[in-house]
């Protein structure tokens, strides 16, 4: 619903909550389908050298990269919430 005083949507908090939520399922997201197609690629290389397994490796950690850049990218958009983390 509209706040009346400033006319947005939205506030700033869920704003930056939601907006956290959604830069984490998308590079979760985008890893997925990213790894499918490395994986099979590289299952078949695989299948025919099997030598070139060590090499491969790297091709199928490249894509977990994505991930953690969105979880950082996540937890930098919450330290601006301030909200305090549990341990």
Do not use: C
């Not at 619903?1 to 006319?7: E, F, N, Q």
């Not at 949507?9 to 998308?26: D, H, P, R, T, V």
């Amino acid at each position: 619903m509209a706040d009346a005083t400033t006319g947005a949507l939205i506030g700033k908090e869920a704003g930056l909550a939601l907006a956290a939520g959604i830069s984490m399922a998308g590079a979760a997201l985008a890893t997925a389908w990213a790894q499918a197609s490395i994986g099979s690629a590289i299952m078949g290389v695989i299948a025919e050298r099997p030598e070139e397994m060590m090499k491969l490796i790297i091709y199928m950690a490249l894509p977990e990269l994505l991930v953690l850049l969105g979880f950082v990218v996540s937890f930098l958009m919450l330290e601006e919430l301030k909200v305090p983390v549990a341990h």
